[in-house]
């Protein structure tokens, strides 16, 4: 059975910064893209960024420049890398298997 813990999250105020960490265990890591979703209320998941089994990353717009995924195949954790956080980075941010299963979701809160 897939399954994915965040952790990382919590308060920080605007200029700050924070690692998020998703530890998958039941699937063969190494072979999987996986991404970075952040959720606010009343608004639609959104990516955030992803990293492919190759390495490759991809980030929102919005994001790019202060937010950095990383993978280790070796512990099966994917990673966020969070600077110069701002008070619209505020959400839910979800670990997610591209094309598969999420996990939990961790929040995270910047205070102004």
């Known amino acids: 059975q897939v399954q994915l813990v965040e952790s990382g999250g919590g308060l920080v105020q605007a200029g700050g910064s924070l690692r998020l960490s998703c530890a998958a265990s039941?699937?063969?890591?190494?072979?999987?893209?996986m991404e970075w979703y952040r959720q606010v209320p009343g608004k639609q998941r959104e990516l955030v960024a992803g990293?492919?089994?190759?390495?490759?990353?991809n980030y929102a717009d919005s994001v790019k420049g202060r937010f950095a995924i990383s993978r280790d195949n070796a512990k099966s954790t994917v990673y966020l890398q969070m600077n110069s956080l701002q008070p619209e980075d505020t959400g839910v941010y979800y670990c997610?298997?591209?094309?598969?299963?999420w996990g939990q979701g961790t929040q995270v809160t910047v205070s102004s």
């Open positions: 039941g699937m063969i890591f190494r072979l999987n893209a």
């Open positions: 997610h298997i591209r094309g598969g299963s």
């Open positions: 990293i492919t089994s190759g390495f490759g990353t």
